[in-house]
């Protein structure tokens, strides 16, 4: 159980365009997904937090506009990255953590690696 | 300020060598501490939940243990399908939207 779905696992792009990233939490609901990134060799950034219902909260220095986020529902996580350059090419990963069940692990996609050209 | 360290940074064992890796804490209430599995290019893998101090949890070479102030990975016998990198994750209890997660411990076994 708690399988989180994450699509595309990888995508090139070419400079300017925009890129959608999917996350479904599969088998549970997820009020709360979160977004991360990762360089090579480094752990895991949060990028942001994803509220299902509203708007979603970034972390510092993290560009809103340039990371579009949005929870369409209980299951779905979208982020979209708007007029990508080669800096945005990294590894994004989704997680999120079951719906009422406040002690429990977060769970990983398997993520997206990003590269724009 | 909260705060989760891992250490060592990266372990070279020989396959069958066991050894433990360490995740020390400080946080102002932990709801749970977690440990995960990360394969390159994979998301990371959950592999333990740990709610008090005094807990274990085993799967099979792995066994993680949990003091109040850091928790241990103990790999028994490790093998090279075990090397990757773990991660430990805590959640905080007064803020359950809030995990820490520390930089990792990158194993490599050889054969």
């Known amino acids: 159980g708690a399988v989180v779905s994450q699509h595309p696992s990888w995508v090139i792009c070419k400079s300017g365009t925009s890129v959608k990233i999917e996350c479904r939490s599969l088998?549970?609901?997820?009020?709360?997904m979160f977004w991360y990134r990762q360089f090579p060799k480094q752990s895991l950034m949060l990028m942001a937090t994803s509220n299902e219902g509203s708007k979603a909260t970034y972390e510092q220095g993290v560009e809103k506009d340039k990371f579009l986020i949005n929870h369409a529902s209980l299951t779905l996580s979208t982020l979209t990255v708007t007029s990508a350059h080669p800096e945005d090419s990294s590894f994004y990963i989704c997680s999120a953590s079951e719906t009422g069940r406040g002690y429990s692990p977060l769970h990983f996609g398997n993520g997206t690696r990003l590269t724009v050209t | 300020e909260d705060q989760v360290t891992q250490s060592p940074e990266a372990l070279r064992l020989q396959e069958g060598e066991s050894s433990s890796l360490n995740c020390s804490y400080t946080v102002s209430g932990l709801r749970g501490l977690f440990w995960y599995r990360q394969d390159p290019g994979k998301g990371p893998e959950f592999l333990f939940t740990?709610?008090?101090a005094g807990e274990e949890k085993e799967k099979e070479r792995l066994k993680a243990t949990l003091t109040k102030k850091e928790s241990f990975l103990h790999i028994t016998a490790p093998k090279p399908e075990d090397s990757a990198t773990y991660l430990c994750?805590?959640?905080?209890?007064?803020?359950?939207?809030?995990?820490?997660f520390g930089s990792g411990t990158k194993l490599n076994v050889k054969p």
């Open positions: 088998d549970f609901q997820a009020t709360t």
């Open positions: 994750a805590v959640r905080l209890r007064y803020n359950f939207n809030k995990f820490y």
């Open positions: 740990l709610y008090s």
